[in-house]
């Protein structure tokens, strides 16, 4: 299995509280992705990174933001929590070389409840 | 854009029949094709990938082929298990420049077995 760990695995809040989620990799890949995944949409791209401090937006980015500050660490904040942004939050790596080159490993997942 | 359309689900099987899951994709240029598979209550897992055309990908007893001339990578297994229930994703990758890669994902396939 990919080292890819993800905190918290549940969490419940409130709306109009910040939250954040961690996804710590011991791969030294290079691509880091946030998705949700959401019942009737399957798995939709937040926000993904090429490198540190590197990031861009995915389709699905609004009231998401999202940080790397080290090639292991990728942090999803919802600066503002919405009952919309209830769903399961999964972290995925890739590498572009290698024998798993362009293939992408996804962690365990987040489950988010905004009440 | 690029899409991947794979069948509706769910599909409810009896142990040892034959399962096929049809994917079928729109790309602006050559993709690499994957399935994955979910568990309840897990992350997502690769099944198997196909990174050119007639290219054959299999783990499990599962396959399937990159057939570039109907765009299609159909998932196949001539025997399930009861162990096989789980969601289905078929999913592309391609460069989108800079070398990087982001995943567009079906809607995911149910799959039940029955005993």
């Known amino acids: 299995d990919a080292g890819i760990t993800q905190s918290p695995r549940h969490k419940v809040t409130e709306t109009g509280t910040p939250v954040t989620l961690r996804c710590h990799q011991t791969?030294?890949?290079?691509?880091m992705y946030w998705y949700r995944q959401d019942p009737g949409h399957g798995l939709r791209l937040i926000h993904y990174?090429?490198?540190?401090?590197?990031?861009d937006k995915g389709e699905v980015s609004d009231g998401y933001s999202v940080s790397r500050s080290k090639t292991e660490d990728f942090l999803l904040t919802l600066e503002s929590a919405t009952s919309s942004q209830t769903s399961v939050y999964f972290c995925?790596?890739?590498?572009?070389?290698?024998?798993?080159?362009?293939?992408?490993?996804f962690g365990e997942g987040s489950w988010l409840t905004v009440v | 854009g690029d899409s991947v359309t794979q069948m509706e689900g769910p599909v409810t099987l009896s142990e040892e029949a034959f399962l096929t899951i049809n994917c079928t994709y729109t790309?602006?240029?050559?993709?690499?094709l994957f399935w994955y598979v979910q568990y309840p209550g897990e992350g997502l897992q690769l099944l198997l990938k196909?990174?050119?055309?007639?290219d054959k990908g299999s783990n499990k007893g599962f396959e399937a082929t990159y057939r570039k001339e109907t765009t299609s990578f159909h998932l196949e297994k001539g025997s399930v298990q009861v162990s096989d229930s789980a969601v289905y994703f078929c999913?592309?990758?391609?460069?989108?420049?800079?070398?990087?890669?982001?995943?567009?994902f079906g809607k995911g396939t149910l799959l039940t077995v029955n005993p």
């Open positions: 999913a592309l990758s391609l460069n989108s420049g800079g070398s990087n890669y982001k995943l567009t």
């Open positions: 791969e030294n890949h290079r691509y």
């Open positions: 995925a790596i890739s590498e572009t070389t290698g024998p798993s080159g362009n293939t992408i490993y």
């Open positions: 990174s090429y490198g540190v401090k590197d990031t």
């Open positions: 790309a602006t240029g050559y993709p690499s």
């Open positions: 196909a990174t050119k055309a007639d």
